[in-house]
């Protein structure tokens, strides 16, 4: 399935990410960013002896202790020449950056970035569970098309070998990884809440997760309100994740001060969570949750998910994409545009909406199909419309009069009429739902 097939599904045009209106005229690109310049460069045989040059290098610790008489300072620009960087604890990066004349441009930033796209690989292969690769400690750093992974045999057991990317409250504001790969950790990514402004942008997360309890993911979202700066966001977009040992992706609070607000999941694709678990400890329960907490009363704010392309694949995950809480006020989300394919035991694209207490939910153009007579859609409450917005879903491959629609406690079985008159979903005026047995070719 092409990237974006989503937007372009039911017409040949594309949509406004902020009004789902179809925009007939391309918008104008941004303007380019500068030429890139590198400063200082680092590389596996590099030393603390070199100069830093490109043709005398130093070697990765010697970036992150600043120099060798603290050149690195914010502005500076490090190329990393190919080849592992391997070492036995994690790479922990605690120099600041700067704001300077924005959050989105380079200036002021400390940027490190893979030399002339040299294929740059940062290892851990401590021998212990639960240590990082990459710790951003400080604000305002860019990673740059890096391929971040863990080194461990214990693939199963909690905590697992390490997350890979790990965004600290330290970091404070102003972290941004973009074209990276994280894999083979307990979690991808992994982030705290105090974070302030945070974008991961075109980045492939696999081979993650651990498959017994807590568990841990392709990533594990959290943030907090205001952090860093006022109006912070917290934004993952253009990414990629697959194949994982968990979820593909988790935004879930076990526990103060662990916060879900302001987040942004744009333009997602991804596939088989728990496929690489071990069978003996059961895969988890879903390819993706959006909100959740340990009965810690933790609401999921300001959050949207947009233009999110899941496929689940046969006999793992009772579900493809959840929205879930137990906070008992204060929740809203929005969800746009989502592609849901397949699921549990072969074939649903069950989005699931459970233990709301919302003060909002906006449901868009989500289209949902099933590849055989499982579920195509389960919501917990009896009654929506008081906080709902929804319009113009598209069930494909389940049969109208057959029992696929839950709702209600213990998710009752029922048709589609029967579902769309309990929870008064599915019959608004000019928005109505549609419900077809034959597939689209996107799916097939």
């Not at 937007?7 to 380019?32: D, H, Q």
């Not at 941004?176 to 982030?191: M, P, R, V």
């Not at 113009?392 to 406690?409: I, M, Y």
């Amino acid at each position: 399935m092409p990237h974006g097939i989503g937007r372009y599904l039911r017409s040949g045009f594309p949509r406004s990410e902020a009004t789902g209106v179809e925009k007939r005229a391309p918008s104008m690109p941004p303007p380019p960013q500068p030429p890139f310049q590198y400063d200082y460069f680092a590389a596996p045989t590099g030393t603390p002896l070199g100069s830093g040059a490109l043709e005398s290098p130093w070697d990765i610790a010697t970036v992150i202790a600043g120099g060798t008489a603290g050149q690195i300072v914010p502005g500076k620009h490090i190329g990393y020449r190919g080849g592992q960087y391997i070492s036995g604890s994690a790479k922990r990066f605690t120099i600041a950056g700067q704001k300077s004349t924005g959050y989105n441009d380079q200036a002021g930033k400390i940027i490190h970035r893979n030399y002339n796209g040299e294929h740059v690989e940062w290892i851990c292969d401590s021998a212990s569970k639960g240590v990082e690769v990459i710790q951003i400690a400080a604000a305002f750093n860019w990673f740059w098309g890096i391929d971040a992974w863990r080194k461990h045999t214990d693939r199963y057991g909690y905590p697992g070998p390490g997350s890979v990317w790990y965004i600290q409250n330290a970091s404070q504001d102003g972290v941004q990884i973009l074209h990276c790969l994280g894999h083979e950790g307990s979690n991808g990514l992994f982030t705290d809440s105090a974070i302030g402004n945070v974008r991961i942008l075109g980045c492939v997360f696999y081979h993650s997760g651990v498959s017994t309890g807590p568990r841990a993911h392709a990533f594990y979202i959290h943030h907090t309100r205001d952090s860093g700066s006022i109006g912070s966001r917290f934004l993952l977009s253009d990414c990629i994740t697959f194949d994982c040992l968990g979820n593909c992706g988790q935004i879930f609070a076990s526990g103060a001060p662990e916060q879900l607000d302001d987040i942004d999941v744009l333009w997602l694709i991804t596939w088989g969570g728990g496929i690489v678990s071990n069978p003996a400890a059961g895969g988890p329960q879903v390819n993706l949750t959006f909100g959740g907490t340990d009965s810690a009363n933790i609401p999921l704010r300001g959050f949207t998910a947009r233009n999110v392309i899941s496929r689940n694949p046969a006999g793992y995950g009772s579900a493809n994409l959840r929205f879930f809480n137990v906070a008992s006020t204060g929740q809203d989300a929005i969800c746009e545009d989502a592609y849901l394919v397949g699921g549990f035991s072969g074939g649903n694209g069950r989005l699931t909406i459970q233990q709301m207490n919302w003060n909002s939910f906006q449901a868009r153009r989500n289209t949902m199909i099933n590849l055989n007579n499982q579920p195509i859609i389960e919501t917990d409450d009896t009654v929506y419309t008081p906080y709902t917005v929804w319009e113009d879903q598209a069930f494909f491959g389940t049969d109208p009069t057959a029992l696929r629609w839950r709702s209600g406690p213990g998710f009752t079985d029922r048709t589609w009429a029967a579902w769309k008159t309990f929870t008064g979903l599915g019959n608004a005026a000019g928005h109505a739902d549609t419900a077809q047995t034959t597939l689209p070719t996107s799916a097939k």
